[in-house]
C-alpha cells in the first residue's frame, strides 16, 4: 500500500482586500519589474509593519515576507534602494 501525502491548498491573498484596516507606510517599485514591494501596518500602535511582494496588475500577494518593526524600516529602505527598487510617493 502506497503512503500519499496529502496537497495542502494554497491560500491566495490579495492586497487590500485581504488585509482590512492596512495603512501603506512606503511603497516601492522597480523598473520593468511586474511586483511592488509594500511595508503595510494594521497594528493599531503603528509598531509591526508587514513586508509584501505585490503583483502589481492584479494585487495578488506572491510574498508575504512577514514583519517588522517600525525603528527596522531604514535599514530596510537603504537595502531596497541598493537593490535597485525606486520609493514611490502615492
Not at 494554497?10 to 485581504?18: E, H, R, W
Not at 517599485?29 to 500602535?45: E, G
Not at 503603528?46 to 503583483?55: C, E, P, Q, T
Request: aromatic content about 14%.
Amino acid at each position: 500500500m502506497a503512503h500519499y501525502k496529502s496537497k495542502k491548498q494554497k491560500t491566495i491573498l490579495y492586497y487590500p482586500k485581504d488585509y482590512p484596516g492596512s495603512k501603506i507606510i512606503k511603497k516601492f517599485k522597480k523598473p520593468r519589474s511586474p511586483r511592488t514591494r509594500i511595508f503595510a501596518c494594521s497594528d493599531p500602535d503603528g509598531w509591526f509593519i508587514d513586508v509584501l511582494d505585490i503583483k502589481t496588475r492584479t494585487g495578488e500577494v506572491a510574498d508575504d515576507e512577514g514583519w517588522i518593526t517600525a525603528k527596522d524600516i531604514p535599514q530596510w529602505v537603504s537595502w531596497y534602494k541598493n537593490l535597485g527598487w525606486e520609493e514611490v510617493k502615492d
